[in-house]
């Protein structure tokens, strides 16, 4: 009798390779490229689904551990395609008075039988398309990456993107192409966040390579410290710091800002949670913030940091204003929103000639969300990442295994880094951010479920 396994070889190349691809053409922010990359993850989803009907694929018991994020997802997945459901007028102008006001002043007479929720059906199908793939690739993740080889290299091949993404940037600025590093990204700021996510992963694994040995002596701790400089673990420190340099090189505010208080907080996190903090994690967390800002101290200059962060612009001026209108469009549609990705039609109302340049987007994930999905579409969504961080912070407290552990840092700081950028920037617009965020989600479920009964 064939014996079934949790997925394919072939499918888990190809998950690689998506992980590789989505930030190359521009973050996948084009009409084509995220339709291919929604395209790339269904098709993956779909042919586990037919393996698994066929008897050649089992379910990972993960799966059933993650069952609270994955129906949590299922009801966000369900209310976002529940926005384009036509629904007669009544209902409409009890679920949402000021969305019914502008699809009857709209709508052309033999159509006003029903309209849907969302004032743009177009954005709100692409972004159900892409909230669909989105969800797909997390359980995609849980499943294929069923045991510590396959995480590995899953983390590895994110660090691996984020070191190319970073070398790629530092050559572009240093050709004098851009006065600062964007990657393959169209803006620095969602450049940095990457930069900052594929960190937070490449810190958690390097934690997870720690011996934890003790050193009886001086002359003992020493020697291991040369055994680690020559050792692999080098290699990848080194990778780190190139991303750093990287980083730095955006001139990204936020985004140099989210990594160094996010690094913060989760070194606390993880020394205060766990139950013997060895001296070899001390000393990394302590050489990290260290190391990291003598070299934003000496490639950007601490001065030009203070005099960069003083500094306004006529894009910065206005974002105050803009949270100031997207909270009024909020409180127009405050319990389900005015549809998915519908921003850019619906916020110009709000705006008139208040600002200086157009915005299609809040420069605030949170507003942005809110005035979109309300409040029903947002507490499923703060619901899903505040799940995924408290089995990361579980994990960080009880799990005992070296790689476990690293992958719940990797967690606790990718989920910390984005919501704090994700004050002043849109990242989760942008496609290869959020798919490798869900990644980072994912890494939080498999930290504190895979192999339990290992600890």
Not at 213 to 224: A, G, Q, T
Not at 249 to 272: D, E, H, K, P, Y
Request: aromatic fraction near 12%.
């Amino acid at each position: 009798m064939r014996q079934k396994s949790d997925g394919g070889l072939w499918l888990f190349v190809f998950y690689l390779a998506l992980i590789l691809w989505a930030p190359i053409p521009l973050g996948s922010n084009r009409a084509w490229s995220w339709a291919l990359l929604a395209f790339w993850v269904l098709v993956l989803a779909l042919a586990w689904l037919a393996g698994f009907i066929r008897g050649k694929y089992a379910l990972p018991t993960i799966v059933r551990e993650a069952r609270p994020m994955l129906l949590c997802a299922l009801l966000w997945l369900g209310y976002v395609w529940l926005q384009l459901l036509p629904l007669p007028v009544a209902i409409l102008e009890l679920l949402s008075p000021e969305a019914a006001r502008w699809q009857l002043a709209a709508a052309a007479p033999d159509t006003l039988g029903a309209v849907p929720l969302t004032l743009d059906r177009y954005a709100t199908l692409e972004a159900a398309c892409k909230s669909t793939a989105y969800l797909a690739f997390f359980a995609l993740t849980l499943i294929l990456l069923n045991n510590r080889e396959r995480i590995r290299v899953a983390a590895y091949v994110v660090i691996a993107s984020g070191v190319l993404q970073a070398l790629y940037g530092v050559l572009s600025r240093f050709q004098n192409l851009n006065d600062w590093a964007a990657g393959t990204f169209a803006n620095r700021n969602h450049y940095a966040a990457y930069l900052v996510i594929c960190l937070s992963v490449g810190i958690g694994v390097l934690i997870a390579n720690l011996s934890g040995e003790k050193s009886p002596s001086w002359k003992h701790f020493f020697r291991n410290l040369i055994q680690w400089i020559i050792s692999a673990k080098m290699a990848l420190r080194l990778g780190l710091v190139i991303m750093v340099i990287a980083l730095v090189l955006t001139r990204s505010r936020m985004g140099n800002s989210a990594f160094f208080v996010s690094l913060l907080i989760s070194g606390a996190i993880g020394l205060l949670l766990a139950k013997r903090a060895t001296k070899s994690m001390v000393i990394l967390l302590v050489s990290l913030i260290a190391i990291d800002a003598f070299i934003v101290g000496t490639y950007f200059g601490a001065k030009h940091i203070v005099e960069k962060i003083a500094q306004t612009s006529v894009e910065t001026e206005d974002r105050g204003e803009v949270a100031g209108y997207a909270l009024r469009m909020w409180k127009d549609y405050p319990v389900f929103g005015s549809g998915l990705g519908s921003f850019h039609v619906v916020f110009p109302r709000y705006s008139a000639e208040g600002t200086k340049v157009s915005y299609t987007h809040a420069h605030n994930d949170y507003l942005e969300f809110a005035a979109e999905v309300g409040l029903l579409g947002l507490s499923l969504l703060g619901l899903m990442v505040s799940m995924s961080f408290a089995v990361a912070l579980r994990a960080q407290f009880q799990r005992r295994d070296p790689l476990m552990r690293g992958l719940s840092f990797s967690a606790i700081m990718g989920i910390l880094a984005l919501m704090i950028h994700s004050f002043v920037d849109f990242n989760l617009q942008i496609p290869a951010n959020a798919l490798t965020f869900m990644l980072v989600l994912a890494f939080a479920w498999i930290s504190g479920y895979h192999g339990r009964s290992d600890a």
